[in-house]
């Protein structure tokens, strides 16, 4: 299965200011997946990141926000733009891990927790 | 809409022993994945086992198996030989499957589950 490597793993950021997450995937995926996980909550997905394209946003969630590169198969950031305290979460990405040509599950970056103070 | 619904928010367990933990989901569709998701304190998310709809075997990977009720869309974890190392919290997820091509993941609200010595 793919490993993803994610960073920073934290980060103590100032409201109004940005910070831009990284993911880096040891093989080339079509699709890469970005996910919030606010304090003692569930995953909820932002977006979906296509290679050579925009990204696919959920509802509630926007480009602004939220921008996403992905200049390549194995890579793409996350932006979380104007950072306020609600801003505090847990950001993952994720990929699909395929199997013997089906979808076996998704496999995680090791999370970044973000707090805005 | 698909959701997922995990009613118990915690459970203990002694070490050793057996614990189940549930899962029910709501689809009209025929087609897609189910899965467990463990995020221990480290918060990496690390993929228990997975069930395919299609199948009515149920899944199992060596300490961990599912009851899978499709008619019903219920979707239990049951650990076996409970180890302090299983301590996390547990997310049921659901997956659409787009005729072999990637969804993305719906979580439930998940389970806090701690073992206890």
């Known amino acids: 299965s793919a490993v993803i490597s994610q960073k920073p793993s934290r980060d103590i950021c100032q409201r109004g200011t940005s910070l831009t997450i990284q993911c880096q995937v040891d093989?080339?995926?079509?699709?890469m997946f970005w996910y919030r996980q606010q304090p003692g909550q569930s995953l909820t997905l932002i977006a979906t990141a296509n290679q050579g394209s925009e990204a696919t946003y959920e509802s509630g969630f926007v480009i602004d926000k939220f921008p996403i590169s992905r200049p390549n198969l194995t890579f793409s950031t996350l932006t979380v733009s104007n950072m306020s305290p609600e801003d505090s979460s847990i950001y993952l990405c994720?990929?699909?891990?395929?199997?013997?040509?089906?979808?076996?599950?998704?496999?995680f970056g090791s999370g970044t927790r973000l707090t805005v103070v | 809409a698909q959701t997922v619904t995990q009613s118990q928010p915690e459970m203990s367990v002694q070490e050793a022993e057996t614990v189940t933990l549930s899962c029910t989901y709501d689809t009209s569709e025929n087609n897609y994945y189910l899965f467990w998701y463990k995020q221990p304190p480290s918060r990496q998310m690390i993929l228990v086992i997975r069930q395919e709809a299609y199948k009515q075997q149920n899944a199992t990977e060596n300490r961990f198996s599912v009851n899978f009720q499709k008619a019903a869309k219920s979707f239990s974890l049951k650990i076996s030989d409970s180890q302090l190392g299983d301590t996390a919290m547990y997310f049921c997820a659901f997956m659409m499957r787009y005729g072999g091509s990637q969804g993305n993941l719906i979580f439930g609200k998940g389970t806090k589950l701690s073992v206890k010595p």
């Open positions: 994720s990929v699909v891990m395929i199997g013997t040509g089906d979808i076996y599950g998704y496999t």
């Open positions: 093989s080339q995926v079509t699709m």
